[in-house]
């Protein structure tokens, strides 16, 4: 399994217009997607302009088709990418699950 996380600073004030992004990518993206274990994105309520993306995929290859596809290439790569300041890209390998 391959995990990805991505701690994204937003730019000032787009916390709102991230959030409906992100919500109207998930069901068109990862829930279609079968190599998509899980996808979560968390807000932080002491910080504002900030979101925390957590991602589980089958291997590297259902990665690459997760952001290669149609969906992620206009709503992520497209409109969400306009209102970041950083990208962080973090792998992690699972220890425990539960």
């Not at 993306?53 to 206009?74: L, N």
């Amino acid at each position: 399994m391959l995990a990805k996380v991505f701690p994204i600073p937003l730019k000032p004030g787009k916390q709102a217009e991230a959030e409906k992004i992100v919500a109207e990518f998930a069901p068109l993206g990862p829930g279609q997607e079968e190599g998509t274990v899980s996808f979560r994105v968390y807000r932080d309520p002491a910080k504002p302009d900030y979101l925390l993306f957590v991602e589980h995929f089958a291997d590297q290859a259902a990665y690459d088709a997760h952001t290669g596809s149609p969906a992620y290439q206009k709503l992520i790569a497209g409109q969400f990418a306009e209102l970041i300041q950083e990208f962080v890209e973090i792998d992690h390998e699972l220890i425990v699950s539960l």
